[in-house]
């Protein structure tokens, strides 16, 4: 593996149970293996993490590990600039160095998908937490109708719940797609279950090879030997990376 957590592209086998990934963690292999994402993510890394040192140091309570997680521990994030989040893709952004990141690090960011999942962490005590620790700000008869429920009604989630929020002036239809795709994502990640059909993640992972086989230096002729259902000529091997370079800016 390279300093960008490369595996070999020689062997399948070194990119783990990539017959198990769903929907987002392919988009963020993709994604993790951009020059601008890793950029972006480094040049904030020492600040994000100083940043987060601080707030643990004032609120420990809302940080549901116990701890700050170090920028080389999956989870750990960077915060993105609202005018990046549309090419970027993410936010915030994880580490592009960690392939398997949780879940919630790798929700597409919600220019892309208006459902937003809540963290277990946020869920602490009241429905009146659970609604701040997502930014919900109900309205005075929202408020009203509500009354003593949002400060007396506990809200945890069990084992195996997730909760999502919808916005009521965005299109139900994409947000049920999205949440559909999440919770399809949760479960896969849950229960280890299929989601792909079996041609398309095996297209994928001959995709991710070509990336990083020429991201190392292989020649074309090299590269085309890892697509044995094609012509195998430097042209085909060429016409496959760019449909690869492709994904990682729009999976």
């Known amino acids: ?44 890394t020492k600040t994000a993490y100083q940043q987060k040192l601080a707030m643990f140091e004032a609120l420990p309570q809302s940080f549901p590990n116990g701890r700050v ?35 919630l690090a790798i929700f597409p960011a919600e220019t892309e998908r208006s459902v937003k999942p809540i963290h ?4 602490s005590n009241t429905f009146s937490d659970a609604l701040e620790g997502a930014s919900v700000k109900l309205t005075d008869r929202q408020s009203w109708i509500l009354g003593s429920t949002l400060s007396a009604v506990p809200a945890r989630m069990q084992d195996g719940e997730c909760a999502l929020i919808f916005d009521l002036d965005k299109p139900l239809s994409v947000q049920l797609e999205a949440a559909k795709e999440y919770l399809r994502e949760c479960q896969t990640e849950r229960h280890g279950k299929f989601l792909q059909h079996r041609r398309h993640r095996e297209k994928r992972i001959g995709y991710l090879q ?9 020649t074309w002729a090299e590269i085309a030997e890892l697509h044995p259902n094609t012509a195998q000529t430097e042209q085909t091997a060429r016409d496959i990376w760019v449909a690869a370079d492709a994904l990682r800016f729009n999976f």
Do not use: C, H
């Open 1 to 44: 593996m390279n300093d960008w957590g490369i595996p070999d592209w020689r062997d399948e086998r070194a990119y783990g149970e990539w017959k198990l990934w769903g929907f987002f963690r392919w988009r963020w292999e993709f994604y993790r293996r951009r020059d601008d994402l890793r950029a972006y993510f480094a040049a904030r």
């Open 69 to 103: 997680l170090r920028p080389d521990e999956a989870g750990f994030t960077v915060p993105v600039a609202p005018e990046d989040i549309p090419t970027i893709g993410y936010s915030p952004l994880p580490n592009p160095r960690i392939s398997a990141q949780p879940l």
């Open 120 to 123: 277990s962490g946020w869920l």
């Open 210 to 218: 070509t990336l990083d086989a020429r991201e190392v230096g292989a």
